[in-house]
């Protein structure tokens, strides 16, 4: 009878261990951390930065699509940081500054979101661009940004747009200003 209850407990042991194994012994899919979009994503102390991408027709000029997220109690200034070519026209890194009030979120690149346009890449879609994110004292982060084309529907209209340039009005009118005469006073 004894041998019996002990076979019994045997089996059933097994079975549950056999049955569960897997889940039991192999790490879990999904308590990988992963970016579940087209861009990529790090934490750099209190910012958060989200979904980041660059699309570009060229491989020169690109648009930064990303989400920066202040999920602190004091305003920060963010540094993002690339290689490419400065407002001057020099090549080396880039500097581009965004405050973040406490518990702000801001979204560069999207339709109705001001572009965030990085010169002189040199990064053909396909390719992975790296881009540093920091702020204060914390230690920054080098992400590997996807670069793509405007090809899928959903970045087509996100490709970066050239800045506006004044242009003189079509047929100017000059108005004469009358000089003033002298008056005299009885």
């Known amino acids: 009878m004894r041998a019996r209850i002990v076979a019994t407990v045997v089996v059933a042991a097994s079975l549950l261990l056999s049955t569960a194994g897997c889940s039991f012994f192999a790490p879990q899919s999904t308590l990988k951390k992963y970016d579940p979009s087209d861009g990529v994503g790090a934490t750099v102390g209190q910012v958060k930065v989200r979904n980041a991408l660059l699309l570009t027709k060229d491989g020169q000029e690109a648009s930064f ?87 899928l529907a959903e970045y087509s209209k996100l490709l970066p747009t050239p800045l506006p340039t004044a242009t003189p009005p079509v047929n100017p009118t000059v108005i004469p200003v009358p000089t003033p005469t002298a008056t005299t006073t009885p």
């Open 65 to 151: 699509l990303v989400n920066l997220v202040n999920d602190g109690q004091k305003t920060v200034n963010v540094l993002i940081q690339y290689d490419g070519t400065t407002a001057e026209g020099t090549s080396g890194k880039v500097d581009t500054r965004v405050q973040l009030d406490a518990g702000e979120v801001k979204t560069f690149g999207s339709s109705d979101t001001r572009q965030l346009i990085f010169s002189g890449i040199d990064s053909k879609p396909g390719s992975l661009f790296p881009v540093f994110v920091q702020y204060g004292t914390e230690t920054g982060d080098q992400l590997l940004v996807p670069v793509l084309d405007g090809s």
